[in-house]
């Protein structure tokens, strides 16, 4: 055979007699060619054949093939009297473990989709590449793997994970230069963190979130180190004051004036027309959550705080926090607009709606053959609510009410995303958002910190901070104030992540 054929199939210790395809697979015959081996119990080398077997480990696969090895190994006999072993299966070098059902390079490759997709994820892409595996062999390659850790990692990070999210959270501790995890601990608590790093000599660097537990820990086990607030945290800890802020004032954001048409024309849409059972269910959830608003403020003024109520009405504090520092009653946010089928059709149907065509189905099969792939279901919900008389078909006691436009403002979700990114990435209609809102003074002054703030994190600047927490604190807005107040306290770790 011609020994470039073979290129692909070096494998040490044997010597390759035959490659041919099988079905859809290449099978590989291939016999050992040493004439002596050591017993593995004593040593004692032997040329005395006992007997011959065949090992079927499946290698890489090569050209969207599968590869089986049909590999002839030897049983020898140990010519050691003294020796527990009368026979002994010849071992073969790192390449094939003894018992494996596959070489250690294709253990490799598997391994190293493991880690990268997980279980259910390498198991699917593991079949499109020709390494068919099901996810609990994946798994167990993974824990079978010794991981041997850095004993002396110069940078770490400190992060919490969740054990059972919302629940129970421990410590991750990483190597920010090979980017291995070196430790999980059992919790996030300062004295655990500052006893694993009690005992560690070298470390110089420790990114961490703005926890105080983190910092206090880290203080008592590596003083030496220099503690650093990374800027991803930095810039979520700057998004979650500007949502608390938001939470309170929302509702009276919602009365702004409006300014510009294409700001009307998006802010005031028309509502689908709603069952009476779901305007009851809707008007019920209201009034409960009125109730938990009046019962939050009553016990706010008797001078309990967050946690003396999450506890009392056995609400989450994140829950109480917003009814708690609320100036009015929260309504509900509206939920962000996504994509319509319908979109690209709206303008030609409100052409037709304006010389007088509220036939549903009539307009249904017009932008059907203009290209629409949707159902006429679709057209009749989006003309419901602005038919000028009722539909023909419609019992009268249930012919629908033209309702009025109500201005609505995006999710909290979506405003902290605009007033914290740079106005320069911004679309026209996003920068027509900030100008509406920033009519408020307030909202002003956290939007102008918010852009100043995420620019020295993003330009990384520090000497803009000192200017920055002043700002926060002659501010007048109680969530700026504390905010600045915690960058104040930090100041060391922050100047210099």
């Known amino acids: 055979m011609n020994s470039n054929a073979l290129v692909a199939f070096l494998f ?96 490799d490759a598997l391994y190293h989709l493991a880690q990268m997709l997980g279980g259910k994820g390498g198991e699917r892409l593991s079949n499109h ?59 996030r608590t300062a004295v655990t963190l500052a006893s694993w790093l009690q005992g560690t000599d070298n470390i110089e660097v420790v990114a961490r979130d703005r926890s105080t537990d983190y910092a206090y820990g880290i203080t008592i086990g590596a003083p ?21 802020w938001l939470n309170g004032h929302y509702t009276r954001l919602k009365k702004l004036p409006i300014q510009t048409e294409n700001l009307a024309k ?32 009553r016990r706010r003024q008797a001078g309990e705080n967050i946690s003396q109520i999450s506890r009392a009405l056995a609400i989450h504090r994140e829950t109480v926090r917003i009814y708690y520092y609320a100036e009015q009653f929260p309504e509900r946010q509206r939920r962000c607009k996504t994509p319509s089928l319908l979109d690209p059709y709206v303008a030609y149907l ?75 990435k911004l679309l026209t209609t996003d920068k027509a958002w900030v100008e509406h809102l920033c009519q408020d003074e307030k909202l002003t002054r956290v939007y102008q910190f918010a852009q100043a703030f995420s620019a020295m994190v993003r330009e990384q600047e520090p000497s803009r901070f000192e200017k920055l927490v002043k700002a926060g604190l002659k501010s007048g807005i109680r969530e700026l104030g504390n905010f600045a107040k915690g960058l104040q306290i930090d100041e060391a770790a922050i100047t210099a992540g």
């Open 12 to 107: 040490p210790g044997f010597c390759v007699d035959e490659i041919t395809m099988l079905g859809q697979n290449i099978l590989v015959k291939a016999h050992t060619t040493s004439p002596v081996t050591n017993c593995p119990n004593c040593q004692h080398p032997s040329e005395r054949v006992h007997s011959y077997y065949t090992r079927h480990p499946l290698d890489l696969p090569l050209a969207h093939f599968p590869v089986k090895l049909q590999l002839q190994v030897r049983r020898f006999r140990c010519l050691n009297e003294r020796c527990v072993k009368k026979t002994y299966a010849e071992r073969i070098s790192d390449w094939l473990p003894v018992y494996a059902r596959r070489t250690s390079r294709l253990d």
């Open 129 to 187: 590449i020709h390494m068919a595996n099901r996810f609990y062999t994946l798994l167990r390659l993974i824990r079978r793997r010794e991981i041997v850790p850095d004993t002396n990692p110069r940078a770490i990070g400190v992060d919490d994970w969740a054990i059972r999210k919302g629940r129970n959270y421990g410590t991750i501790i990483v190597d920010l230069e090979t980017h291995r995890v070196i430790d999980l601990l059992a919790d």
């Open 350 to 424: 409100e052409k037709r709606q304006t010389e007088g065509c509220e036939n549903a189905q009539q307009l249904w099969r017009e932008i059907q053959a203009m290209g629409y792939p949707g159902k006429a279901c679709q057209v009749g919900k989006w003309l419901q609510p602005r038919r000028t008389r009722p539909a023909p078909q419609a019992a009268r006691k249930r012919r629908p009410q033209v309702e009025k436009a109500s201005t609505k403002l995006p999710a909290i979700r979506q405003i902290v995303w605009l007033l914290t990114t740079p106005s320069e």
């Open 266 to 297: 998006e802010m005031d849409r028309p509502s689908f027309i709603r069952t009476h059972g779901e305007e009851l269910e809707s008007w019920m959830s209201r009034q409960r959550r009125q109730e938990r608003y009046a019962e939050i403020q």
């Open 224 to 244: 030496q180190a220099m503690q650093v607030a990374d800027r991803w945290h930095l810039l979520q800890n700057l998004s979650q004051m500007v949502e608390k």
